[in-house]
């Protein structure tokens, strides 16, 4: 179907140069640039139309992806940055900015496929213990792709949460995290989460301290702490699916490296050995694919 379209768009796109090499000698005059901009626009709905057949069915490539299967949330652990630029002969910061560049192309593919929440392992408290230029220029490239993606994100109505423990990072780059999040709050049908200094394990201590210092106060008492209770007072809590329903890891390593330990209880997981920014939308497909073809039980027989 796809190749049928394509020969039909090259036989329009002959035809229309034709008749504008006829036109212009009996000056009639036709843009080129018009011409060109209506190739793209068609191509482009041609685009569109593979990505959704009907109400039910997304259709990307030869995959079909059901709509009504489709994760919630999708989690990604962004491993292999650093591998790639080495690779690839280039700097490491190179490699981390290739990196935000493809989170962005992925949770805007994520959510043209009506996945509605994307969160993403950004910087672990763990990563401090990283060079300290590296370090540096990780804080900086954060600061830049979100100061330089307000308008983006506002355009796209996505709304844009950054969840971690923020006091060690720089103040310039707080200052950005406040103004994303106040621009973009009111948006509901996409929702981008960047952990940034997040431990898994201080994100569950820190539920446990506030609840003992509202119990302190008089707030509340033993028999209402609850499962319910301590996901609202998650760092997760910002979103309305604060369990992924889908975890990716790429570059090859099977492990969850202290992300979201409270809330990957029931998580489905997909680990890749494809290097972060070499992981398109192929690749996310066949995640997807992976995981609309298992049963989830939850711990109970089906």
């Not at 690839?88 to 990196?99: F, I, K, M, P, V």
């Not at 929440?117 to 600061?143: D, P, Y």
């Not at 844009?160 to 509901?188: C, D, F, M, W």
């Not at 070499?278 to 039980?297: H, I, M, P």
Request: charged share 30%.
């Amino acid at each position: 179907m796809l190749s049928l379209l394509s020969s039909l768009l090259s036989l329009l796109f002959v035809f229309l140069i034709s008749f504008f090499i006829i036109t212009s000698h009996f000056s009639f005059p036709l843009s080129l640039l018009k011409l060109l901009g209506f190739i793209k626009f068609t191509a482009s709905r041609d685009d569109d139309d593979n990505y959704k057949r009907d109400e039910g069915t997304y259709v990307v490539g030869e995959e079909e992806l059901q709509r009504e299967l489709m994760p919630r949330h999708v989690a990604v652990i962004m491993d292999g940055n650093r591998r790639w630029a080495k690779r690839e002969g280039l700097l490491t910061s190179q490699g981390h900015e290739a990196g935000a560049k493809r989170l962005i192309e992925f949770s805007e593919l994520c959510f043209k496929l009506g996945i509605h929440t994307v969160s993403a392992f950004a910087f672990s408290t763990e990563n401090w213990g990283r060079h300290k230029i590296e370090v540096k220029c990780l804080m900086s490239l954060i600061q830049h792709y979100l100061k330089s993606k307000i308008q983006y994100f506002q355009r796209e109505e996505t709304r844009v949460s950054i969840i971690g423990n923020l006091t060690k990072i720089p103040e310039s780059l707080r200052q950005t995290i406040h103004e994303i999040e106040e621009a973009t709050k009111s948006y509901k049908k996409k929702h981008l989460i960047l952990a940034i200094d997040y431990s898994g394990r201080l994100d569950i201590l820190r539920a446990c301290k506030s609840i003992v210092h509202k119990s302190e106060a008089g707030l509340i008492r033993k028999e209402d702490v609850d499962e319910a209770m301590i996901e609202r007072e998650l760092l997760t809590s910002c979103t309305e699916f604060s369990s992924p329903d889908l975890l990716i890891r790429t570059s090859g390593e099977q492990r969850i490296s202290n992300f979201f330990l409270w809330q990957l209880a029931y998580t489905e997981l997909f680990f890749s050995s494809v290097l972060w920014p070499d992981f398109d939308k192929d690749k996310l497909v066949e995640a997807l694919v992976s995981y609309q073809r298992r049963e989830r039980r939850f711990g109970c027989r089906v």
